[in-house]
């Protein structure tokens, strides 16, 4: 049989590292290079780390240490930077259909040897190492980086990617543009890809106002995971972590257009996303509760609705009845039935708060944007989060926040961007304070990694955004045409 390995995947060939050789099967494929492996999709990927075993039934106390085990002491910490992007064809700049993706997904694994990760005869993703390539929903590709020590290892990460990507592209005459939302295009122009977890999320956002199914299919974002020690570690990074996500939210703000005009927003992904199912998306209030530690996000996550459960090859609805539902026994369409922790880590996948925590933390507010732009969020996180003299300059100054300010100020940023006023001052001179933080907590690192905030300190010197920059672009220099924007955006 073959071997499921940490991310959900069966792996199947002769390269090394998936288990011992008695468990692997040989898919012979004359197409593939040697050593080349087909991956075959068993269910939703999960976790970067190694996959952990219980006996059933799962209790509480299961799902608390499923945290606790992501602690690392500091020197084990790492830096995992992912991002999404948009695919268009040159000559129609219509969004790229599936036969598309796939011939491309194809020629990347055997031009840059890849690994395969198919769904029954199509292929979703590629593999490499650490490193993963996913679709998301709407045909958007997305880099799922490898954990690594520095900030110049993750961008090294993202501009080979983006060269390879390029490479095959062009040659099929299609592009990608780095943007937060569709610019361009409908919603019913957009492709659909064939993957059985995303028709059942789809059905199950229907439910809800139009903005949640816009976010699945039309939204881009970079996101960082880092590292924590402790439970009070962590708790630490998440609170300084969600209080600044509308300032992350608007010092990367990329996304003024929507169906080919500006849509009065500066990130329309940052109010798209916030607009999806609350029980599932926001800002957590409750991580700022004296209470809150890794049994209080157990408790929150038990309650969420689930969305599916993967049996036998299947994505089954779970008609939104609750994980706590699930550990009595009691979803309706497998009765009787107990999940396992592997449940659990997909059931995390389905939750998409400004900040998601797993084994490790995932930062999630900011638009996508140009390659500097990608590698400029992770070096913000990571000089605020894994410096303690940074950390502790943030928790001091958002000591007197509530979480209904950090709330309002998230309302509002969408809108007005850096240029929000909160407690007597504009949000730009507050990211002015930040930034100098970040780059201190950089320069600690004494790996010369401050040289990727640029970007961000050109931003909060002039107070133009990419967004504005955008907007200003269209209103002059475009005429008035948003096309322009896929040139200008062009990886």
Known sequence: MGVLNGWGWMVLGSGSGSGSGNDELVYKDRGRRRGQRVIVGTGPAVDHLPPLATEAPLTKDDLINFFLSGCKPKQDWRIGTEHEKFGFEFK??????????????????????????????NIIGLKQGKQSISLEPGGQ???????VKTLYQTCGEIDSHLYQAKTVAEEMGIGFVGLGFQP?????D???????????????LHKFNSSGIESFFMTCSVQVNLDFSSEADMIKKMRASIALQPLAAALFANSPFKEGVPNGYLSIRSLKVGQLDKRRTGMLPFVFYDTFGFEQYVDYVLDVPMVFVYRNNKYID?????????????LPNIPGQMPTLADWENHLTTIFPEVRLKRYMEIRGADGGPLDMLCALPAFWVGLLYDDVSLQNVL?????????????????????GLRTPFQGRLLL??????????????DRRCLNESIFLNPLKEIATTGLTQADKLLEMYN????????AVFRERCY
Not at 141 to 147: I, Q, Y
Not at 318 to 330: H, L, P, Q, V
Request: a positive charge; one cysteine or more; glycine letters at 8%.
């Open 92 to 121: 129609t700049l219509h969004p790229i259909k599936y036969k598309q993706i796939s011939a491309l997904l194809n020629s990347i694994a055997v031009r840059f040897d890849w690994d395969k990760i198919m769904e029954g005869d």
């Open 141 to 147: 590709l997305e880099l799922s980086g490898a954990p």
């Open 184 to 188: 361009k295009w409908r919603l019913g």
């Open 190 to 204: 957009i492709p659909r890809v064939p993957k059985g977890r995303y028709n059942v999320m789809q059905k199950y």
């Open 318 to 330: 779970c008609g939104g009845m609750s994980f706590r539902d699930f550990m009595a026994g009691k």
């Open 396 to 416: 001091d100054m958002i000591v007197d926040w509530t979480p209904e300010d950090i709330q309002n100020l998230r309302n509002k940023v969408p809108i007005t």
């Open 429 to 442: 001179h507050i990211a002015e304070d930040v930034l100098k933080w970040a780059k201190d907590g950089l």
């Open 476 to 483: 002059n220099k475009w005429g008035n045409n948003v096309d």
